[in-house]
């Protein structure tokens, strides 16, 4: 592995050339005692490439380097390895490895990305966090890539549903981005994994979190986009689970709503509609147990008045004014009401006095 570390640290060498290398049989190892003359041969190698080569084995401490990153805790896998995850082997630009901490999501197991908006609105996160939770039920795996908004949405409602969630960083896996995510990072590392193809230490840049879209796509076999605007980088992911072949979905919006427009342009190029999440989580499973059959049982729980309150409630929020002038009760038994459906889990407050549906 130490010879493999090494290769991945020769940033400059692409990931394509470095999946040549794994093609045609040479190791990181064989590359790294290669004669000077030899490299000559590879013939995808250009003069840059060969120097690149010759100046890192000239005053790269292998044992040492190697050292140093087993004492932080780091697992390391490269396309060489079994442990790789067998969906990313095929994709465009594979990286050639993988660090994490925790795990890698499991191979026998579906995976399905949500990513969104970092500026979402209050119906977005509940979306994500109700989608993301009813396909952990299943015991299906959750991609994101822990930014603000959906991405952080989507690993709180499956963390909370008690699932396995895998966050693929535009840093090193050691470097929690953004800060204010540092208890979800910690979760995660503990109910799934921080995945990074950069070497640990490296910060967060622009051009890295593009990148890291199509390993977010790779590693899943769904994608679905919550919210995006215009220029978001949800696009992108869609982008590449598209080239991919992936089969991508999206939660429809309101024409008005700029949070909507990603998500109604892709339903334009035949992006699937997730229109109800119990169906689409029964449709991807293919069990006869669903979310809408715990959901039925519920509803049967509510008296008159919490069951038509619930009715007028949906994922946006709604003032208290607006919902009574819709109900026959005095304000103050509607605050009741809510209170009741509020205590059981099936509404919830946003701000003050503003309601929606938690189931």
């Known amino acids: 592995m130490k010879f493999k570390y090494w290769l991945t640290s020769l940033t400059d060498i692409s990931n394509a050339k470095k999946k040549l290398l794994h093609d045609c049989s040479i190791t990181a190892e064989k590359l790294f005692f290669m004669p000077k003359n030899e490299l000559f041969d590879i013939l995808f190698f250009t003069d840059d490439d060969r120097k690149i080569i010759l100046e890192s084995r000239a005053s790269y401490d292998v044992e040492k380097e190697w050292i140093l990153f087993q004492q932080k805790d780091i697992g390391f896998v490269t396309m060489e390895d079994e442990a790789y995850p067998d969906k990313l082997r095929n994709i465009h630009n594979p990286p050639y490895s993988l660090f994490y901490i925790g795990a890698l999501p499991d191979k026998s197991r579906k995976s399905v990305a949500i990513v969104g908006a970092r500026g979402r609105s209050a119906y977005g996160c509940e979306v994500a966090k109700v989608l993301a939770a009813a396909l952990s039920r299943q015991g299906i ?66 051009m890295f979190f593009p990148m890291r879209n199509r390993i977010i796509s790779g590693l899943s076999d769904i994608v679905v986009i919550v919210e995006a605007k215009k220029r978001s980088g949800s696009l992108i992911t869609a982008d590449f689970a598209m080239e991919q072949g992936k089969d991508v979905y999206v939660i429809p919006g309101r024409i008005t709503d700029t949070l909507s427009y990603g998500c109604n342009s892709l339903i334009k190029q035949g992006a699937g509609i997730i229109y109800n999440i119990d169906e689409f989580v ?34 946006c929020p709604i003032a208290i004014g607006t919902l009574s002038q819709k109900v026959p009760y005095e304000l103050s038994e509607l605050f009741e009401v809510l209170e009741d459906l509020i205590q059981k889990g099936f509404v919830k407050e946003t701000i003050p006095n503003y309601y929606i549906r938690s189931l």
Not at 185 to 190: A, G
Not at 290 to 311: G, P, W
Request: aromatic letters at 8%; glycine letters at 12%.
């Open 141 to 206: 795996q959750i991609i994101s890539g822990m930014a603000r908004g959906i991405d952080r949405d989507a690993h709180m409602g499956c963390l909370e549903a008690g699932g396995n969630t895998y966050a693929v960083l535009g840093s090193g896996a050691d470097t929690c981005y953004p800060k204010e995510n540092r208890f979800l990072y910690d979760k995660i590392k503990l109910s799934g994994g921080i995945i990074s193809e950069l070497m640990p230490g490296t910060d967060p840049q622009k």
């Open 282 to 315: 029964s449709d991807i499973t293919m069990t006869g147990f669903t979310e809408c059959t715990q959901m039925d049982f519920r509803k049967n729980i509510l008296d008159k008045k919490e069951a038509l309150v619930y009715s007028l409630l949906d994922f």
